[in-house]
């Protein structure tokens, strides 16, 4: 099993659904991260969360509202969004904020 | 305004020769940089690290060198292999040495033929 697992892989929606991204890490580590990453684009840091609490919004619209309940489960909840939300949305964790590993990511689609 | 820039989006080299990855930053606070390597379908990949306090950090086939003064990183792979084919991406951190708040390049795609 990767340390990282991000569900679903893939996932299409319209912009007056809800839907949630789901990322679990098994690693032990104490830090988890939500990264985007559009065409062409540098990553961008979305959300960070120590210990369960957030440590870091990066002026991230409100229709992305993420959730840690533990250290490690980590999940991004999906309101109303916009086509050009569509990206690749990638998950990491780390120990003590050293090295990230990342999951494999969510390909998110807006109609 | 793009802090670290990654100006070739991609590079060929043949197997056996050195691979040589650019990176150039704008923020002077940055004081770690890292590569990360990403095949398709995958999420990124940690490689390799260098704090600002060093100008060069080896492991195996991989050195990064850093330039403080010119505020520019470098990534060598000798020798390349076909299996090093990906996309590199380089990141930088301003808030001493942790990877808290990561500001990436665009990447570059590194192709190694045969």
């Known amino acids: 099993e990767t340390g990282v697992t991000q569900t679903p892989r893939h996932l299409v929606m319209g912009m007056t659904n809800k839907k949630s991204l789901k990322c679990e890490q098994h690693?032990?580590?104490?830090?988890m991260y939500w990264y985007k990453q559009s065409a062409k684009k540098p990553l961008e840091l979305m959300f960070v969360?120590?210990?369960?609490?957030?440590?870091e919004n990066n002026s991230v619209p409100s229709r992305f509202s993420p959730e840690c309940p533990n250290s490690s489960h980590l999940f991004l909840h999906l309101h109303t969004l916009q086509p050009e939300d569509s990206a690749l949305y990638l998950c990491a964790s780390s120990q003590d904020h050293r090295e990230l590993f990342f999951g494999e990511g969510s390909r998110l689609t807006v109609l | 305004d793009q802090q670290v820039k990654q100006n070739s989006p991609s590079l060929s080299v043949q197997e056996g020769r050195i691979s040589i990855l650019n990176c150039d930053y704008t923020n002077s606070m940055f004081d770690y940089f890292l590569w990360y390597k990403k095949y398709p379908a995958e999420g990124p990949t940690f490689l390799i690290s260098?704090?600002?306090?060093?100008d060069k950090n080896e492991d195996g086939r991989f050195t990064v060198f850093l330039n403080k003064s010119a505020k520019h990183l470098s990534l060598h792979i000798v020798p390349s292999q076909p299996g090093d084919s990906a996309v590199y991406f380089c990141a930088a951190s301003a808030l001493a040495g942790t990877a808290s708040k990561l500001t990436f390049g665009t990447g570059t795609r590194l192709q190694v033929t045969l």
């Open positions: 690693l032990g580590h104490n830090a």
């Open positions: 969360y120590n210990f369960k609490e957030q440590t």
């Open positions: 260098i704090s600002s306090i060093k």
